[in-house]
């Protein structure tokens, strides 16, 4: 059995948001351990909470959020220069 383009698309994308998914889940739970965490033991996961975890949680969220869009300005940016017009 074949998929269509567009089926394999769609598997593709769902794909793509279980991971995204997962690793927004993932780079939460240090977060969680930062504000739970006793103060003595703060100044240690400050760095690595602020400059990965942060800004990681952050971009996949949204990712998730509005990826649709730009998905949509990547694909229209590549159309652009494949027209009847491109070579005038």
């Known amino acids: 059995?074949?998929?269509s383009a567009n089926a394999a698309t769609v598997r593709n994308r769902?794909?793509?948001r279980s991971i995204f998914r997962w690793i927004h889940l993932l780079f939460s739970i240090p977060i969680l351990g930062y504000v739970y965490s006793p103060f003595d033991k703060i100044?240690?996961?400050a760095p690595a909470t602020r400059y990965v975890f942060v800004p990681l949680m952050v971009l996949s969220g949204l990712w998730m959020w509005k990826g649709h869009v730009v998905r949509r300005l990547?694909?229209?940016r590549s159309a652009v220069g494949?027209?009847?017009?491109a070579n005038v």
């Open 14 to 16: 769902g794909i793509t």
């Open 43 to 45: 100044p240690s996961y």
């Open 74 to 76: 990547i694909s229209n």
């Open 1 to 3: 059995m074949t998929l």
């Open 82 to 85: 494949t027209g009847s017009y």
